[in-house]
DNA sequence: TTGGCAAACTGGTCTGAACCAGATGCTCGA
DNA sequence: TCGAGCATCTGGTTCAGACCAGTTTGCCAA
């Protein structure tokens, strides 16, 4: 019930941790950095570590929230707690899709379509893609995975004026090289914004991630070489799962 | 101490929330943008809420954290819960300083200087420089804050070589004026990189952040027109604070 | 061998209680 | 008037126990 006064060691600030938590995690992340727990590894169990280590499980959960903070393991709910994989390296200024860059980093992607629709374009798409309200657009929403794990989910919208029958091919591959091979569509500029956010609602469950969880939104628009906007995209990424690289000229 | 099956709508699924703490964030996200509650405006204590809605305090708190991910609101440490202001939008593609784009949106930036040091390179450094094992490079820590709030903190790197006596300048301004006007030095690329991640440790604590809050981490290296390394530059961001925005060419 | 079901397991949610330590505000004495 | 100091308030940490709802597993029947 107390607080048991750390007295472990010489320099309570410096090694000793304060906060149990912190120890625990402390512990765990050493675990993983020595290789005893490998990527995609899992844990042992909450109740476990609570007769390991003698602490409430509150107390427990308060160390693994923080490692998955810091992008070492993640949950899978009601499974258990498992150890990151390294993240996705993103260069938004390649365009090369999702599905090349992932496997160029000796990782394995895969795409799963969730959704698939045509519908007139509202006032803001209508904006964006300078075309009339009500034009046709096509919407597709895609889930992503690297090596067996979604990582993100995306909202895309393609101007169904250039894209004709877009949606009847097969989505679950690369998006990038249908637009190029079947409409001669390539990006010349991309206009790209992002936020840390929460995945929450849809996102979340598609990600099988507990809402409220730390995530990357990422909002892209493609111009081609005409400056004609090709694509509007909504990417919200797993925290860990990616890391941003960008290499670029200053105005 | 039952779930008290939430009854008070006509949908059970739409508006009432199956888990209470969503229902208590939802309670308070409709408070904040009906604008009852405004940015920097404080929200009742924990124990307040706990008799107002006849919660368990850890029930609350989980609310709270889950606006906290949202970036709605943020903690000042045993002080309380505020509305969060609106994130700064930060264009890593631009050259000017942080004065000047904070400024440019209407909000009054700060910087504080936390330490400075002239120090040999270590092989790391001496790598991104490219300059010898032992080189003379300025380290320079800074805590950066917007209406008063930190939003961040950075560490940069400056090779002193073309910098002399750099550091016996007011660093507490724009970095970059003092570049351009005092060494003639401007920045012509970028090279940048960024994880969502966790703050802990020393950026936690010059955040007044508890220690494992999201945030988001951005390196950059800056060249000048010969392709020289100019800059090197680790900033650890408040995840609410700010929003990134690029324009960029495709490669 | 295989399919399905049930038990066991795991994380998710919630309660309620206690004590700690920094922030804040108020009071009282100099 | 003003500063020191204390009381109070606030979030931070930890404990212990309970029940819920998907996941996993292993057994048994077809």
């Known amino acids: 019930m107390e607080k048991a006064a750390d007295t472990t060691g010489a320099s309570p600030a410096d090694t000793a941790e304060s906060r149990q938590y912190l120890g625990l995690r402390d512990g765990i992340a050493a675990r993983i950095a020595a290789g005893d727990l490998k990527p995609g590894d899992k844990l042992p169990s909450e109740r ?27 949950r899978r709910d009601r499974s258990g707690w498992y150890v990151s994989p390294p993240p996705v390296v993103y260069d938004p200024t390649r365009w090369e899709g999702f599905m090349s860059y992932v496997e160029a980093q000796g990782r394995v992607p895969s795409t799963h379509t969730i959704s698939t629709a045509t519908i007139p374009a509202d006032p803001l798409l209508s904006d964006i893609f300078a075309r009339p309200l009500g034009a046709p657009l096509h919407h597709i929403r895609r889930l992503r995975s690297v090596d067996g794990r979604a990582v993100l989910v995306e909202k895309l919208v393609v101007d169904a004026a250039i894209t004709p029958g877009l949606i009847e091919f097969d989505l679950n591959t690369s998006l990038t090289a249908i637009l190029k091979r079947n409409f001669g569509i390539t990006v010349a500029r991309n206009q790209i914004s992002m936020q840390p956010c929460a995945l929450t609602g849809d996102e979340a469950v598609d990600l099988r991630q507990k809402s409220g969880l730390p995530g990357l939104a990422l909002q892209r628009v493609s111009y081609d070489g005409h400056g004609r906007v090709v694509e509007y995209d909504h990417e919200y990424w797993r925290h860990d799962a990616v890391q941003i690289n960008v290499d670029l000229r200053v105005r």
């Open 48 to 74: 476990q570590l609570q007769g390991e280590f003698a602490l409430a499980r509150g107390t427990i959960r308060e160390a693994l929230f923080l490692l998955e903070a810091e992008g070492a393991i993640f």
